[in-house]
């Protein structure tokens, strides 16, 4: 199960002054104030500016995947490298290859919900077309979705381009990307540039606590996304 406590600490600072003379002072802990930017994408390496205060001394920044459920075949914390530029800042590397979603940050315990949004990126294996009067013309195209995880039945995934259906070939996915074969009759489709929308529904199992007991039922993940200039028609 991968859970983040949201519990603040405070440390206790002990010294000693003379000779059997101590001194005790509180140090609270870190705060994180904002987070710059707060979107990025799933395709790249992304640097983000944190700012707040009590960041000397930082051990771990983390981001972690909000989800309406639990899910019990997902590792949802990420370790991020870091370099902590003052007390007041940190400067962070989001890696490429995470999952679309929104993030909690932490620096050590403490932390900002929907800190960060990772969007997934789509890139076709055809960039281009040639405009076709005929009714037959049709294409088969490959595309690769980064950091959007969809199930591997065809018929819970819906791509369109420009409002204009095509038909779900194929759904594999490798890790946190998947790619999808798609079959598009293009026949007298205006020229211009194509963006693409997608549908989905994934079935994930997800963790239960009964009285202490953890027990496993399968739910219904569902989402959607569009993207632009996947392919051109001229």
């Known amino acids: 199960m991968n859970t983040k406590t949201k519990a ?34 799933a395709d790249t390496d992304n640097s983000i500016t944190i700012t707040g205060s009590g ?18 075949d997902e590792i949802r914390i990420r370790d991020l490298s870091f370099a902590v530029d003052s007390d007041n800042q940190i400067t962070a590397v989001v890696p490429a290859g995470m999952r679309t979603g929104n993030y909690e940050l932490w620096v050590d ?29 049709k294409r088969t195209l490959s595309i690769e979705f980064q950091g959007l995880v969809l ?12 409002g204009r259906k095509a038909t779900v070939k194929r759904v594999a996915k490798s890790g946190n990307n998947s790619t999808v074969t798609v079959e598009i009759k293009y026949g007298k489709w205006p020229t211009g540039s194509y963006g693409l929308s997608v549908k989905y529904k994934n079935q994930v199992r997800t963790e239960i606590d009964k009285g202490g007991k953890t027990t496993y039922k399968k739910t219904w993940e569902k ?12």
Do not use: C, H
């Open 55 to 72: 960041f000397t001394g930082t051990q771990d920044v983390q981001l972690f995947r909000e989800t309406s459920y639990t899910p019990a």
């Open 223 to 234: 989402g959607g996304a569009t993207y632009s200039g996947i392919f051109q028609i001229r």
């Open 151 to 162: 199930g591997k039945n065809k018929a819970w995934t819906t791509i369109k381009f420009n």
């Open 109 to 137: 315990d403490a932390y900002l919900s929907d800190a960060v949004w990772i969007g997934s990126t789509a890139f076709s294996s055809v960039s281009e077309l040639t405009y076709s009067t005929s009714k037959k013309a």
């Open 8 to 41: 603040g600490v405070w440390m206790l600072a002990v010294g000693v002054i003379g000779a059997g003379i101590f001194f005790a002072s509180s140090a609270k802990a870190a705060t994180i104030t904002s987070v710059v930017p707060t979107e990025v994408w």
